[in-house]
Nanobody, 125 residues
Framework: QVQLVESGGGLVQAGGSLRLSCAAS????????MGWFRQAPGKEREFVAA????????YYADSVKDRFTISRDNAKNTVYLQMNSLKPEDTAVYYC??????????????????WGQGTQVTVSS
């Protein structure tokens, strides 16, 4: 059984930064691509960023490109999301997820199998 636990969320002013972490259980973490999604109240879950198993390639939603950075440390079974220049529209619950199947469809939540419980990020104006 795989468990993903997010942390690092909180309340921040617009223009500020937060770093989210997602710690994974299991010995096969380094074999899988990982992604971050977010969901605001009343909205569908949307793709934020993803990273390949080696960390060699990353993918971002246009709305966060050049502001957010996804990274991973396979020795620590952890994936990170560094969020800079935060905006009120970034307010959401942020989830990390595991992508078990190789495909170029990084943005669909149906491509991911295990999910964390989420961490709240609130950006005040």
């Amino acid at each position: 059984q795989v468990q993903l636990v997010e942390s690092g969320g909180g309340l921040v002013q617009a223009g500020g930064s937060l770093r989210l972490s997602c710690a994974a259980s299991g010995r096969t973490f380094s074999s899988y691509a990982m992604g971050w999604f977010r969901q605001a109240p009343g909205k569908e879950r949307e793709f934020v960023a993803a990273i390949t198993w080696s960390g060699g390639r990353t993918y971002y939603a246009d709305s966060v490109k050049d502001r957010f950075t996804i990274s991973r440390d396979n020795a620590k079974n952890t994936v990170y999301l560094q969020m800079n220049s935060l905006k009120p529209e970034d307010t959401a619950v942020y989830y990390c997820a595991r992508k078990p199947v190789f495909s170029m469809n990084w943005g669909s939540p149906y491509q991911y199998d295990y999910w964390g419980q989420g961490t709240q990020v609130t950006v005040s104006s």
